[in-house]
C-alpha cells in the first residue's frame, strides 16, 4: 500500500461494501440517549450503504449534533465533523428515495439526507422529531424506531438561535459517542 494512501482515515471515502437489503437496524448512542433506527436499504440502497460505511469507519465518533430547528420544521442536523454544517466526508453522491407526493413529506421519526442541493449528499442527516412538511428534496434512508423522547427532551431546550429565531445550535448539546 502508497504511504499516502488515507482511505482507512475516519472521514476518507468509505471501501465499496457488500450492498445490502432489507431493513438493517443502527443504534446511535448519544451522551443524551440512545436512538434506534431502522434503515431502508432497499428503498435508498446507496445512502445506507454509505451511513454503513461511515459508521464503520468511526466516522460519527464524536460528532456533535450542530443544528436543531424548532419553528416550521422540526429536525435535529448532525453528521458533520466540523460542526459548521459545511464540513462531509470529502465525496458526494446523489438523491434516491424522494417522499414526493407524501403529506407531510417528513413524518415524525423520518431520518434524512442533509443536503445543499441535487447530488450534495455526504454525511449530514437530520432526525424529524414532529412531522415536518419540508420540500420532498432529502433522501429518506430510515426510521427512527426507538429514542424519539431523546430528541424531544433536546428540541424543548431550544436553539441559540444562530440562523434566525427558532434555528440554531441546540441549547442542550447533542453528542454521538458511538453508531453500531
Do not use: W
Amino acid at each position: 500500500m502508497p504511504a499516502d494512501d488515507d482511505s482507512t482515515r475516519p472521514g476518507a471515502a468509505p471501501h465499496p461494501q457488500p450492498t445490502i437489503l432489507g431493513r438493517p437496524h443502527v443504534t446511535v448512542y448519544t451522551d443524551q440517549g440512545r436512538l434506534g433506527i431502522d434503515l431502508a436499504a432497499d428503498a435508498a440502497p446507496c445512502t445506507v450503504n454509505s451511513f454503513l460505511a461511515l459508521a464503520r469507519a468511526g466516522f460519527f465518533t464524536g460528532i456533535q449534533c450542530h443544528r436543531l430547528t424548532t419553528e416550521g420544521i422540526y429536525v435535529l442536523q448532525c453528521g458533520d465533523p466540523t460542526g459548521t454544517g459545511a464540513g462531509g466526508p470529502g465525496y458526494r453522491f446523489d438523491d434516491e428515495n424522494l417522499p414526493v407526493g407524501q403529506q407531510p413529506a417528513y413524518p415524525r421519526g423520518t431520518v434524512a439526507m442533509a443536503n445543499g442541493g441535487p447530488g450534495t449528499n455526504g454525511s449530514q442527516f437530520f432526525l424529524v422529531y414532529r412531522d415536518s412538511d419540508i420540500d420532498p428534496n432529502y433522501s429518506v434512508f430510515g426510521t427512527v424506531t426507538t429514542g424519539l423522547d431523546v430528541l424531544e427532551k433536546v428540541a424543548a431546550a431550544g436553539t441559540d438561535d444562530a440562523n434566525g429565531p427558532g434555528d440554531g445550535r441546540p441549547k442542550r448539546e447533542i453528542t454521538i459517542s458511538q453508531v453500531r
